[in-house]
């Protein structure tokens, strides 16, 4: 079936190094969402990227989708310690809408 | 404008009971979805209903497992005879329409303990 691997599982930075998830489809996708999620909190969607090689930012969060739309990546620059939390990528299911396949995730530590 | 809501927030049962966690969409939200997050683990989609319909149930155990969203009052998932597996943080999310472009709002999510 469909799947969204997603690396790392796991990322400890230092406050103001900066970090990046990796998110990868089997399948071409239609769009991938970004949800973050707080620590005993629950996801918060960040963005949503449609176009192939699209590039978005906000603030210090850069999100990419590839050009085979079958990738995309999250990129924090000088983490600070307000990004902890767990970063999802995710997907509708065979490109149709109302499920969404969530990777696994990224938790992200930040050492002050 | 309140968000997604979701009661209770924490529940426990023992096992063999009935759980019935209970989900709010957004005003104006017509969408309804039910995912489950294991400890240290991503969100599992169960269920997507639309009032009065069950659209996609293909995540939900055969078993035990049910979901309504009628068309007053809130969206249940009810789970029968809890086992310790069942231990878990359930979401709910609700979008105002179908279709792929749409984001989930999420509630604060149930955490379902069975002892």
């Known amino acids: 079936g469909q799947q969204v691997m997603q690396i790392p599982q796991y990322q400890h930075v230092q406050e103001g190094e900066d970090f990046t998830t990796y998110c990868n489809s089997s399948?071409?996708?239609?769009?991938i969402q970004w949800y973050k999620q707080r620590p005993g909190g629950h996801p918060v969607f960040l963005i949503q990227l449609v176009k192939s090689g699209e590039v978005k930012k906000q603030k210090r969060l850069t999100f990419q989708f590839g050009e085979a739309k079958k990738n995309s990546s999250l990129h924090i620059t000088a983490t600070q310690t307000t990004d902890v939390g767990t970063y999802f990528c995710a997907a509708p299911h065979d490109n149709q809408g109302g499920k969404l396949i969530f990777g696994q995730g990224t938790e992200l530590s930040v050492k002050p | 404008n309140a968000g997604v809501m979701q009661n209770p927030r924490h529940l426990v049962r023992r096992r063999g009971q009935e759980a019935r966690l209970r989900c709010s969409p957004m005003?104006?939200?017509?969408?309804v979805y039910w995912y489950r997050q294991l400890p240290e683990e991503g969100l599992k989609f169960m269920v997507y209903l639309q009032k009065e319909n069950i659209i996609d149930e293909s995540g939900m155990p055969k078993e035990r497992f049910s979901a309504e969203f009628p068309k007053e009052g809130p969206s249940i998932l009810r789970i029968q005879q809890v086992v310790r597996g069942d231990s878990a943080a359930y979401f709910c999310?609700?979008?105002?329409?179908?279709?792929?472009?749409?984001?989930?709002?999420f509630g604060p999510g149930t955490r379902l303990t069975v002892l």
């Open positions: 399948t071409t996708l239609s769009n």
């Open positions: 999310a609700s979008s105002p329409l179908a279709g792929i472009y749409n984001e989930q709002f």
């Open positions: 005003k104006g939200h017509s969408h």
